[in-house]
């Protein structure tokens, strides 16, 4: 019952953060070009360390937790761990890393593509 009561608060996590994005077109273009330009490179980063993780999972004889694999490993794993808990292993693959690649790369491209919201909003004329 504990591992439903988790995914619950991960979901509703992820509701609060999708309903704050709901206010964008509330600020200004200024702010609209420093929140793009905050995070562009989070999300790019964020994308980076998913792919290292990907392709940790190929090689399970990998030591996660050591150096320089540690890297990739802590900043995901706050992610990736409750995540697990939501989507199960396919085949005994664990597919928590490619569905988080997917989420950041929309993201990315929903918030600070070529028509990203953002991107749209410090274009907006007063």
């Known amino acids: 019952m504990a591992s439903s009561t ?3 608060d991960s979901v509703s996590v992820m509701v609060v953060a999708l309903s704050g994005f709901l206010v964008l077109g509330e600020i ?3 702010t609209a070009i420093k929140l793009a330009g905050l995070l562009r490179p989070l999300l790019a980063l964020g994308s980076v360390l998913m792919i290292l993780r990907i392709v940790m999972s190929w090689f399970p004889e990998v030591k996660d937790q050591e150096m320089p694999w540690a890297i990739a490993y802590f900043p995901t794993e706050p992610v990736l761990g409750p995540l697990r808990k939501i989507i199960k292993p396919v085949n005994g693959v664990d597919i928590s890393p490619i569905v988080s690649f997917a989420v950041l790369s929309f993201m990315n491209e929903i918030l600070v593509g070529p028509q990203g919201l953002l991107i749209l ?3 907006k004329i007063n």
């Open 6 to 8: 988790d995914a619950m």
């Open 28 to 30: 200004d273009p200024d």
């Open 121 to 123: 909003l410090s274009q």
